[in-house]
């Protein structure tokens, strides 16, 4: 395993193995189980980054319950735009629904915060947002639906494991930070 890597000419060090991330996975299934026994949530995933952790989630879930996928984009570089642009919409049979929001980062918020503004436009039973990675220094926007958090981690530029940078690095199996 290598401790260093460059994706995009740019330098990045070792910050969660593989192994590190399939245990907090793993609990955070357990803890999905008994939060939503007797229940049949809809977990809606966030492309492209969430596409590694949702299915690595989803091998640990085992209540009923059905997957959905939405795209929205806000990056560009290291940096967020502050524009959301809606690519893929979001399903439209919420009404009562439990549902559970999957993300790969939440760091300043907004792109959540927009999710879940046309979210609540179908009036869901519940929401609960699920993230394997929470930037808590990075918040601009509070985001009281969020429950599950796989590791808080500074406010630094992170890649692998479903994050990318400029497209590349989200086939890395570990998670890297940026030097």
């Not at 299915?55 to 967020?80: P, Q, R, W």
Request: aromatic residues 10%; negative net charge; hydrophobic residues 40%.
């Amino acid at each position: 395993m290598d401790n260093r890597i460059a994706v995009h000419e740019k330098e990045f060090e070792l910050l969660l193995t593989q192994e590190t991330i399939y245990k907090r996975i793993r609990l955070m299934g357990i803890q999905l189980n008994m939060d939503y026994e007797n229940k049949r949530p809809i977990f809606i995933g966030v492309l492209n980054g969430s596409f590694l952790f949702m299915a690595d989630l989803m091998k640990e879930v085992n209540i009923s319950c059905e997957m959905e996928f939405i795209k929205v984009a806000s990056y560009h570089g290291t940096n967020s735009t502050g524009t959301i642009k809606d690519a893929l919409g979001m399903p439209e049979n919420l009404k009562d629904r439990d549902v559970v929001l999957v993300e790969d980062i939440i760091d300043s918020g907004q792109t959540m915060k927009y999710i879940l503004g046309r979210l609540y436009e179908q009036f869901p039973a519940s929401v609960a947002v699920c993230t394997l990675l929470f930037k808590p220094a990075a918040l601009k926007e509070e985001i009281k639906e969020l429950t599950y958090v796989g590791f808080e981690i500074p406010n630094e530029f992170v890649v692998g494991y479903g994050l990318d940078y400029d497209g590349l690095g989200r086939n890395l199996n570990h998670i890297y930070r940026a030097i």
